[in-house]
C-alpha cells in the first residue's frame, strides 16, 4: 500500500508540473501575443497619421502659395490704380538716394542737415532749370526748322507705303481671294486733339510727379536718420539686426544704381554730343542729349537712340554711308556702355540676370510707360536683396541674380 500510494503521489504532482508549465506557457503566449497586439496598433496608429499630417502640410502650403498669388494680386492693381502716387513715392526715394551723399559732404563743414539738404536741393533745382531752358532753347529752334525736315520724312513714309503696298498685291496674287466691297467713310481728322487726349495721362502723372517729388525728397533728407530708426521700431527686437542688415544692402544697392546710371549717362550724352558735332550736324547738343539718355535703356537703347539723330540726318545727308557710320558708333557706344561701364559701376552692387531685367522691363513698361522702364531695375534688385533675407524666398533671389 506504501508503495502505491507513493507512485500515485508521484503521478499526481508530476501532473501538477506539467498543468503548471501549461498554464505558464499559455501565460506567456498570451503576454506576448497582447504586447505583439499593442505593437501592432500603435504602428497602425502611425501609419493612420502619417497620411493625415502629410495632406494637412500639402493643404498648408498651397493655402500659403495662394494667399501669396492674392497678395501679389492686390499690390499690382493697388500699383496701377495709385501709379501717379507710388511712381512720385519712387522717384522721389531715388533723387533722395542719389543727392543724400552731397549733403553728407556738407554737412562735413559743420553745416546743419537742414542747411545742407536746403543747399542741395536749390543747386538740383538750378542746374535742372538751367538745362531745362538749353534744351528748351535747342526745341524752339528745331520746331522752327521742322518744314525742312517734314518733306524728307514723307517722303521716306510714302516709300515706305508704296513697298508694303506692293508686297500686299504681291501676297493677294499668290492667294486670290473673293472681291471685297471697297467702303468710302470720311471723318474728320484731329490729330493734335487726339494726341493731347492720349497724353493726358501722362502728363498728369508728370505734372503731380513735379509738383511733389522736391518736397518729398527735401523732407526725405533732412528726416533720413529720424525715418531710420522709426523704421527698425517697426520690426520686433530680435529681428531688426537681420532688416537693419537687409535695409543697408538696398541702401547701397540703389544708391549705387543712380549715381552709377547718372555717370554712365552723363558719359554717353558728352560722347554722343562730341561725335555728332564732330560729323557736322545740325542740333548735336539736342541730339546727343536724347541719344545718350536713351543708350541708357537696356537692351532696346541701341535701337532707340539712333531716331533722334537720323531724324535731323535725313535733312543733311543724302547716302547711306552717313547712316551707317551714325548707327554704328551709337551701337558702339551703347556696347561699351552695356558691357564696361555699367558693370563697372553699377554691378557690384545690382546682381541681375539678363532674363530677370529683360521681364521686369515688360512688366512695369507695360504697367507705368516710360516711367516704369526707368524704375524696373531698382524695383527688382530691391526684391531680390529682400528675398535674399527673407526666409522661404531665398530661391526666388537667387532665380533673380542666377
Not at 532753347?137 to 528745331?142: A, G, K, N
Not at 547712316?323 to 551703347?334: D, E, K, Q, R, S
Request: charge should be positive; include cysteine.
Amino acid at each position: 500500500m506504501d508503495c502505491l500510494s507513493r507512485l500515485t503521489e508521484s503521478v499526481a504532482r508530476c501532473q501538477t508540473n506539467t498543468v503548471r508549465r501549461q498554464t505558464g506557457a499559455l501565460g506567456l503566449c498570451a503576454i506576448e501575443r497582447d504586447g505583439l497586439r499593442g505593437v501592432c496598433g500603435i504602428f497602425a496608429e502611425m501609419v493612420e497619421t502619417i497620411p493625415v499630417t502629410g495632406q494637412e502640410e500639402r493643404r498648408a502650403r498651397r493655402g500659403g502659395v495662394s494667399a501669396r498669388i492674392i497678395a501679389a494680386g492686390i499690390v499690382i492693381g493697388f500699383c496701377y490704380l495709385a501709379s501717379s502716387v507710388v511712381v512720385t513715392l519712387l522717384l522721389a526715394i531715388l533723387l533722395a538716394y542719389f543727392l543724400d551723399p552731397l549733403v553728407v559732404w556738407l554737412e562735413l563743414f559743420r553745416l546743419p542737415r537742414v542747411l545742407a539738404s536746403l543747399v542741395v536741393m536749390l543747386a538740383a533745382m538750378a542746374l535742372l532749370f538751367a538745362l531745362g531752358s538749353a534744351l528748351v532753347t535747342r526745341v524752339d529752334q528745331f520746331g522752327a526748322d521742322w518744314p525742312q525736315y517734314r518733306a524728307p520724312l514723307r517722303t521716306v513714309m510714302i516709300d515706305i507705303e508704296r513697298r508694303m503696298n506692293l508686297l500686299e498685291s504681291r501676297v493677294k496674287e499668290i492667294t486670290p481671294g473673293p472681291p471685297e466691297a471697297h467702303v468710302i467713310t470720311v471723318s474728320e481728322s484731329h490729330p493734335v486733339r487726339d494726341a493731347l487726349l492720349r497724353q493726358l495721362g501722362s502728363l498728369y502723372t508728370a505734372v503731380f510727379a513735379a509738383a511733389f517729388v522736391p518736397f518729398l525728397v527735401f523732407f526725405m533728407l533732412v528726416a533720413k536718420r529720424k525715418i531710420w530708426h522709426q523704421t527698425m521700431e517697426l520690426f520686433p527686437v530680435t529681428h531688426r539686426t537681420p532688416v537693419k542688415i537687409a535695409l543697408a544692402e538696398v541702401s547701397n544697392m540703389l544708391r549705387s544704381y543712380v549715381v552709377g546710371s547718372a555717370l554712365v549717362g552723363l558719359i554717353l550724352v558728352v560722347a554722343s554730343w562730341v561725335f555728332l558735332w564732330a560729323i557736322g550736324m545740325k542740333f548735336p547738343f539736342l541730339a546727343g542729349l536724347v541719344s545718350g539718355l536713351l543708350n541708357l535703356v537696356p537692351y532696346l537703347g541701341m535701337v532707340l537712340a539712333w531716331l533722334p539723330p537720323m531724324i535731323i540726318a535725313l535733312k543733311q545727308f543724302h547716302s547711306v554711308g552717313p547712316f551707317l557710320g551714325i548707327c554704328g558708333v551709337l551701337a558702339l557706344f551703347h556696347l561699351l556702355a552695356a558691357n564696361y561701364l555699367l558693370p563697372a559701376f553699377v554691378g557690384r552692387r545690382v546682381h541681375l540676370n539678363a532674363v530677370s531685367v529683360t521681364v521686369a522691363l515688360l512688366f512695369w513698361g507695360w504697367l507705368w510707360g516710360a516711367l516704369g522702364l526707368l524704375l524696373a531695375i531698382p524695383i527688382t534688385g530691391t526684391i531680390k536683396v529682400i528675398c535674399d533675407h527673407v526666409k522661404g524666398w531665398e530661391p526666388v533671389g537667387k532665380w533673380l541674380g542666377a
